[in-house]
């Protein structure tokens, strides 16, 4: 088990670029979390999926956003035309999901995205 | 919607003493889970402790525990023999089925020597 993994850690872009950020998961967890922290607040959710399904989608997640699970297992965030409000920490998490129970979702160290 | 609300935004304590950190929600669900998460400076977020709703008997993890009042909706993180490295931002977060985690705003903690 060598825990959630994300790259890149850093990320600093210019406005109306786009940027791609990876996560890999826990190897036999089924759910990949992704969500957003901005400084000193709580992360808020962004979208989940189960396998490779995306299942939930945060309003937050405008359509500048796109998230994918091609396989069901690492997942990719793109952020396409940034804004400086798109600076902040993505975390990514992931999870086993049974049917029965839920169960605690591990994090990642983040990709902290700066947009000057 | 569900709403997680922690009220004191930073806190401190002596090494080796006791603090508790509060937290209110607010659910029409019956059914979920409550957590607290702890992010230290620069690190990542880590579980620190969980809470099934069903459940009457509150959750305890070695020097942490939790007094989950489910009436009240209420659920507060008591820390005891606090360490140094117990320093860091505290999260209260809650879960239902569909496995999102809502967050409150998170308590600074201050362990001071």
């Known amino acids: 088990d060598t825990g959630v993994s994300q790259d890149p850690r850093h990320k600093i872009t210019k406005r109306g670029q786009n940027v791609t950020f990876r996560c890999d998961p826990i190897?036999?967890?089924?759910?990949l979390y992704w969500y957003r922290q901005t400084l000193g607040q709580g992360p808020e959710f962004l979208t989940y999926?189960?396998?490779?399904?995306?299942?939930?989608k945060s309003r937050l997640l405008s359509d500048r956003f796109s998230a994918e699970r091609p396989k069901g297992s690492f997942s990719t965030l793109e952020i396409q035309r940034t804004e400086q409000g798109d600076s902040a920490m993505y975390l990514c998490?992931?999870?086993?999901?049974?049917?029965?129970?839920?169960?605690?979702?591990?994090f990642g160290p983040g990709t902290r995205l700066t947009v000057t | 919607a569900q709403t997680v609300t922690q009220s004191q935004p930073e806190m401190s304590v002596q090494e080796a003493e006791t603090v508790t950190l509060s937290c209110t929600y607010d659910?029409?669900?019956?059914?979920?889970?409550l957590f607290w998460y702890k992010q230290p400076p620069s690190r990542q977020m880590i579980l620190v402790i969980r809470?099934?709703?069903?459940?009457?008997q509150n959750a305890t993890e070695n020097r942490f525990s939790v007094n989950f009042q489910k009436a009240a909706k209420s659920f507060s993180l008591k820390i005891s023999d606090s360490q140094l490295g117990d320093t860091a931002m505290y999260f209260c977060?809650?879960?239902?089925?569909?496995?999102?985690?809502?967050f409150g705003q998170g308590t600074t903690l201050q362990v001071k020597p």
């Open positions: 999926f189960q396998n490779e399904a995306q299942l939930e």
């Open positions: 190897s036999e967890h089924n759910r």
């Open positions: 659910t029409s669900e019956n059914n979920y889970y």
């Open positions: 977060a809650f879960m239902k089925a569909t496995g999102k985690l809502i």
């Open positions: 809470q099934e709703a069903y459940k009457q």
């Open positions: 998490a992931s999870s086993r999901e049974t049917g029965t129970d839920s169960y605690e979702q591990y």
